[in-house]
Protein backbone atom coordinates (compact mmCIF):
# COMPACT_ATOMS: atom_id res chain seq x y z
CA UNK A 1 0.00 0.00 0.00
CA UNK A 2 1.38 3.51 -1.03
CA UNK A 3 1.53 5.33 2.06
CA UNK A 4 3.01 9.19 0.45
CA UNK A 5 2.30 9.65 -2.92
CA UNK A 6 3.81 12.57 -4.86
CA UNK A 7 2.61 13.37 -8.51
CA UNK A 8 3.99 15.93 -10.55
CA UNK A 9 4.30 17.99 -7.80
CA UNK A 10 5.57 21.89 -8.10
CA UNK A 11 6.14 24.62 -5.59
CA UNK A 12 6.67 28.13 -6.08
CA UNK A 13 7.49 30.74 -3.85
CA UNK A 14 7.14 34.67 -4.21
CA UNK A 15 9.98 36.94 -2.95
CA UNK A 16 9.04 40.36 -3.65
CA UNK A 17 8.65 40.28 -7.61
CA UNK A 18 10.93 37.56 -7.71
CA UNK A 19 8.91 33.76 -8.64
CA UNK A 20 11.66 30.96 -6.78
CA UNK A 21 10.78 27.48 -8.11
CA UNK A 22 11.61 25.18 -5.25
CA UNK A 23 9.88 21.82 -7.20
CA UNK A 24 9.02 21.59 -10.61
CA UNK A 25 7.38 18.01 -11.44
CA UNK A 26 8.60 15.78 -8.66
CA UNK A 27 7.47 12.49 -8.46
CA UNK A 28 7.43 10.26 -5.23
CA UNK A 29 5.92 6.76 -4.11
CA UNK A 30 6.61 5.49 -0.76
CA UNK A 31 5.25 2.46 0.61
CA UNK A 32 4.12 1.58 4.31
CA UNK A 33 6.40 0.19 6.35
CA UNK A 34 9.37 1.51 4.16
CA UNK A 35 12.56 3.23 5.11
CA UNK A 36 13.87 5.39 2.78
CA UNK A 37 16.58 8.62 2.70
CA UNK A 38 16.02 11.49 0.53
CA UNK A 39 19.06 13.04 -0.11
CA UNK A 40 19.90 16.15 -1.69
CA UNK A 41 22.62 19.21 -1.16
CA UNK A 42 21.26 22.44 -0.03
CA UNK A 43 18.32 24.50 -2.77
CA UNK A 44 17.34 20.94 -4.02
CA UNK A 45 13.94 21.28 -2.79
CA UNK A 46 14.96 18.70 -0.29
CA UNK A 47 13.41 21.08 2.64
CA UNK A 48 10.66 21.93 0.55
CA UNK A 49 9.34 18.12 0.10
CA UNK A 50 9.62 17.62 3.96
CA UNK A 51 7.71 20.56 4.83
CA UNK A 52 4.86 19.58 2.74
CA UNK A 53 4.46 16.12 3.80
CA UNK A 54 4.88 17.34 7.17
CA UNK A 55 1.40 19.39 6.57
CA UNK A 56 3.38 22.55 7.10
CA UNK A 57 3.94 23.92 3.58
CA UNK A 58 1.06 23.74 0.82
CA UNK A 59 1.79 22.59 -2.60
CA UNK A 60 1.06 25.27 -5.43
CA UNK A 61 0.28 22.41 -7.73
CA UNK A 62 0.28 18.78 -8.50
CA UNK A 63 -0.70 16.34 -5.90
CA UNK A 64 0.61 14.96 -2.75
CA UNK A 65 -1.23 12.42 -0.38
CA UNK A 66 0.45 11.02 2.87
CA UNK A 67 -1.94 8.04 4.49
CA UNK A 68 -5.04 9.04 2.40
CA UNK A 69 -4.76 12.44 3.42
CA UNK A 70 -5.17 14.93 0.28
CA UNK A 71 -2.48 17.76 1.41
CA UNK A 72 -3.62 20.24 -1.47
CA UNK A 73 -7.14 20.49 0.38
CA UNK A 74 -7.01 20.00 4.16
CA UNK A 75 -9.00 22.65 6.41
CA UNK A 76 -6.90 24.26 8.84
CA UNK A 77 -8.75 22.17 11.49
CA UNK A 78 -8.13 18.69 9.70
CA UNK A 79 -3.97 20.39 8.93
CA UNK A 80 -3.84 20.48 13.09
CA UNK A 81 -5.33 16.77 13.17
CA UNK A 82 -2.95 15.43 10.40
CA UNK A 83 -0.05 17.03 12.24
CA UNK A 84 -0.73 15.73 15.54
CA UNK A 85 -2.10 12.17 14.67
CA UNK A 86 -0.30 11.18 11.11
CA UNK A 87 3.25 12.49 10.94
CA UNK A 88 6.00 12.97 13.73
CA UNK A 89 9.08 14.93 13.53
CA UNK A 90 12.51 14.20 14.55
CA UNK A 91 14.74 17.30 13.49
CA UNK A 92 18.31 17.42 13.60
CA UNK A 93 18.87 20.34 16.14
CA UNK A 94 18.14 18.50 19.88
CA UNK A 95 16.75 22.09 21.59
CA UNK A 96 13.23 21.23 19.17
CA UNK A 97 13.06 18.06 20.02
CA UNK A 98 13.71 17.60 24.08
CA UNK A 99 12.23 20.22 26.37
CA UNK A 100 16.17 21.00 28.33
CA UNK A 101 13.99 21.01 32.06
CA UNK A 102 12.30 17.56 31.73
CA UNK A 103 13.90 13.78 31.84
CA UNK A 104 13.46 11.45 29.04
CA UNK A 105 10.23 9.84 30.16
CA UNK A 106 8.83 13.18 31.01
CA UNK A 107 9.41 14.34 27.13
CA UNK A 108 8.21 11.60 26.15
CA UNK A 109 5.07 11.43 28.14
CA UNK A 110 4.37 15.30 26.92
CA UNK A 111 2.12 14.45 23.64
CA UNK A 112 0.62 11.78 25.27
CA UNK A 113 -0.86 14.33 27.97
CA UNK A 114 -1.84 16.68 25.38
CA UNK A 115 -3.66 13.81 23.99
CA UNK A 116 -5.63 13.50 26.93
CA UNK A 117 -4.06 9.97 28.15
CA UNK A 118 -4.44 8.41 31.33
CA UNK A 119 -2.00 8.50 34.00
CA UNK A 120 -1.19 4.57 34.15
CA UNK A 121 -1.58 3.96 30.38
CA UNK A 122 0.66 6.81 29.51
CA UNK A 123 3.40 5.01 31.86
CA UNK A 124 3.00 2.33 30.49
CA UNK A 125 3.30 3.48 27.05
CA UNK A 126 6.17 5.11 27.45
CA UNK A 127 8.03 2.76 28.87
CA UNK A 128 7.32 0.40 25.94
CA UNK A 129 8.64 3.64 23.93
CA UNK A 130 11.65 3.66 25.65
CA UNK A 131 12.24 0.00 26.00
CA UNK A 132 11.72 0.20 21.95
CA UNK A 133 14.64 2.60 21.61
CA UNK A 134 16.26 0.99 24.47
CA UNK A 135 16.89 4.06 26.63
CA UNK A 136 14.52 2.70 29.39
CA UNK A 137 17.72 2.59 31.54
CA UNK A 138 17.75 6.80 31.29
CA UNK A 139 14.20 7.60 31.45
CA UNK A 140 14.70 9.69 34.66
CA UNK A 141 17.86 11.36 32.85
CA UNK A 142 17.56 15.33 31.77
CA UNK A 143 18.48 15.89 28.45
CA UNK A 144 21.90 17.70 29.38
CA UNK A 145 22.68 14.37 30.87
CA UNK A 146 22.27 12.39 27.56
CA UNK A 147 24.92 12.25 24.87
CA UNK A 148 23.79 13.58 21.19
CA UNK A 149 23.05 10.25 19.92
CA UNK A 150 20.74 9.77 23.22
CA UNK A 151 18.82 12.60 22.84
CA UNK A 152 18.10 11.76 19.60
CA UNK A 153 16.58 7.84 20.10
CA UNK A 154 14.70 10.18 22.57
CA UNK A 155 13.42 12.15 20.34
CA UNK A 156 12.78 9.39 18.04
CA UNK A 157 10.45 7.96 20.84
CA UNK A 158 8.52 11.44 21.11
CA UNK A 159 7.82 11.20 17.43
CA UNK A 160 6.08 8.07 17.97
CA UNK A 161 4.30 8.67 20.92
CA UNK A 162 1.22 9.80 18.76
CA UNK A 163 1.71 6.77 16.50
CA UNK A 164 1.98 8.03 13.66
CA UNK A 165 1.65 6.54 10.07
CA UNK A 166 4.80 8.56 8.67
CA UNK A 167 8.06 9.36 10.67
CA UNK A 168 9.79 12.31 9.18
CA UNK A 169 14.04 13.01 10.17
CA UNK A 170 15.46 16.13 9.19
CA UNK A 171 19.09 15.62 9.03
CA UNK A 172 18.57 13.53 12.62
CA UNK A 173 22.55 12.54 12.05
CA UNK A 174 23.71 15.93 10.85
CA UNK A 175 25.28 16.61 14.40
CA UNK A 176 26.50 13.37 15.58
CA UNK A 177 29.67 11.81 14.40
CA UNK A 178 29.45 8.46 12.21
CA UNK A 179 29.60 5.78 15.03
CA UNK A 180 26.98 7.60 17.09
CA UNK A 181 25.15 8.15 13.71
CA UNK A 182 25.37 4.31 13.03
CA UNK A 183 23.78 3.52 16.39
CA UNK A 184 20.69 6.43 15.59
CA UNK A 185 20.15 4.59 12.64
CA UNK A 186 19.76 1.37 14.08
CA UNK A 187 17.31 2.40 16.77
CA UNK A 188 15.12 3.71 13.15
CA UNK A 189 15.66 0.27 11.43
CA UNK A 190 14.73 -1.10 15.16
CA UNK A 191 11.24 0.42 15.44
CA UNK A 192 10.67 0.65 12.11
CA UNK A 193 10.67 -3.41 12.01
CA UNK A 194 9.10 -3.56 15.32
CA UNK A 195 6.20 -0.75 14.88
CA UNK A 196 5.97 -0.80 10.74
CA UNK A 197 5.82 2.85 10.83
CA UNK A 198 6.95 4.50 7.39
CA UNK A 199 10.61 6.66 8.10
CA UNK A 200 11.54 9.10 5.89
CA UNK A 201 15.04 10.76 6.11
CA UNK A 202 16.10 13.85 4.21
CA UNK A 203 19.56 14.78 4.58
CA UNK A 204 22.20 16.09 2.45
CA UNK A 205 24.98 13.19 3.39
CA UNK A 206 25.37 10.61 0.93
CA UNK A 207 26.60 8.17 3.56
CA UNK A 208 23.19 7.97 5.25
CA UNK A 209 22.24 5.96 2.03
CA UNK A 210 24.10 3.13 3.13
CA UNK A 211 22.16 2.70 6.26
CA UNK A 212 18.68 2.02 4.09
CA UNK A 213 17.18 0.13 1.50
CA UNK A 214 16.43 2.51 -0.69
CA UNK A 215 17.58 5.71 -1.79
CA UNK A 216 16.31 8.59 -3.62
CA UNK A 217 18.67 11.49 -4.84
CA UNK A 218 16.59 15.14 -5.61
CA UNK A 219 18.19 17.72 -7.34
CA UNK A 220 16.65 20.75 -9.23
CA UNK A 221 13.46 20.24 -7.72
CA UNK A 222 13.47 16.47 -8.99
CA UNK A 223 13.91 13.11 -8.01
CA UNK A 224 17.01 12.20 -10.00
CA UNK A 225 17.81 8.79 -9.31
CA UNK A 226 17.17 6.00 -6.99
CA UNK A 227 19.64 3.90 -5.32
CA UNK A 228 18.14 0.36 -3.83
CA UNK A 229 19.93 -1.97 -1.57
CA UNK A 230 19.56 -5.53 -1.11
CA UNK A 231 21.07 -8.26 0.77
CA UNK A 232 22.67 -11.66 -0.68
CA UNK A 233 24.31 -14.38 0.24
CA UNK A 234 27.68 -15.26 -2.11
CA UNK A 235 29.37 -18.05 -3.35
CA UNK A 236 31.09 -18.57 -0.24
CA UNK A 237 28.49 -18.49 2.14
CA UNK A 238 29.32 -14.52 3.02
CA UNK A 239 26.54 -12.14 2.86
CA UNK A 240 27.10 -8.70 0.97
CA UNK A 241 25.48 -5.78 0.41
CA UNK A 242 24.44 -4.89 -3.47
CA UNK A 243 23.70 -1.65 -4.46
CA UNK A 244 22.03 -0.76 -7.89
CA UNK A 245 21.42 3.04 -8.80
CA UNK A 246 18.44 3.74 -11.36
CA UNK A 247 17.89 7.37 -12.85
CA UNK A 248 14.57 8.18 -12.63
CA UNK A 249 12.21 8.94 -15.45
CA UNK A 250 9.21 11.50 -14.99
CA UNK A 251 6.35 11.20 -16.73
CA UNK A 252 7.17 13.66 -19.75
CA UNK A 253 10.07 11.30 -20.58
CA UNK A 254 12.53 13.48 -18.63
CA UNK A 255 15.41 12.22 -16.17
CA UNK A 256 18.76 13.21 -14.96
CA UNK A 257 21.99 11.93 -15.19
CA UNK A 258 24.34 11.44 -12.50
CA UNK A 259 26.66 14.41 -12.38
CA UNK A 260 29.65 12.30 -12.42
CA UNK A 261 28.53 10.57 -15.45
CA UNK A 262 27.70 14.26 -17.19
CA UNK A 263 31.10 15.02 -15.77
CA UNK A 264 33.33 12.28 -17.09
CA UNK A 265 32.06 12.36 -20.75
CA UNK A 266 32.23 16.30 -20.30
CA UNK A 267 28.77 16.45 -21.91
CA UNK A 268 27.37 20.13 -21.91
CA UNK A 269 23.67 21.32 -22.81
CA UNK A 270 22.79 18.32 -25.52
CA UNK A 271 23.70 14.99 -26.11
CA UNK A 272 23.19 12.92 -28.93
CA UNK A 273 21.14 9.76 -28.34
CA UNK A 274 20.83 6.20 -30.44
CA UNK A 275 17.70 3.64 -30.09
CA UNK A 276 19.31 0.43 -30.00
CA UNK A 277 17.53 -2.85 -29.27
CA UNK A 278 17.76 -3.28 -25.90
CA UNK A 279 18.93 0.07 -24.73
CA UNK A 280 19.38 3.73 -25.15
CA UNK A 281 22.92 5.16 -26.22
CA UNK A 282 23.82 8.80 -24.95
CA UNK A 283 26.72 10.52 -26.42
CA UNK A 284 28.84 13.95 -26.11
CA UNK A 285 27.47 16.32 -28.79
CA UNK A 286 30.83 16.19 -30.45
CA UNK A 287 32.38 14.34 -33.43
CA UNK A 288 33.81 10.62 -32.59
CA UNK A 289 37.15 10.40 -32.90
CA UNK A 290 37.88 8.06 -36.10
CA UNK A 291 40.49 5.02 -35.54
CA UNK A 292 43.68 5.15 -36.68
CA UNK A 293 44.65 3.39 -39.57
Known amino acids: MTQVLCDDLVKIYKVADLEVVALQ ?37 GKAEVAGFDLTSLTPKERTIYRRRIVGFVWQQTSRNLLPYLTARENVELPLILDGMGGHDRHVYSDELLDAIGMRDHAKRRPEQLSGGEQQRIAIAIALANRPKVLLADEPTGELDSETAAEVFATFRAVNRALGVTIVVLTHDPLVSEQVDRTIAIRDGRMSTETLRRSEIGTEGEHRVVAQEFAVLDRAGRLQLPSEYVDALELERRVRLALEIDHIGVWPDRPREEPEQ
Not at 25 to 44: M, P, Q, R
Request: hydrophobic share 40%; net charge negative; charged share 15%.
Open 25 to 61: GLDLHVEAGELIAIVGASGSGKSTVQNILGGIDTPTA
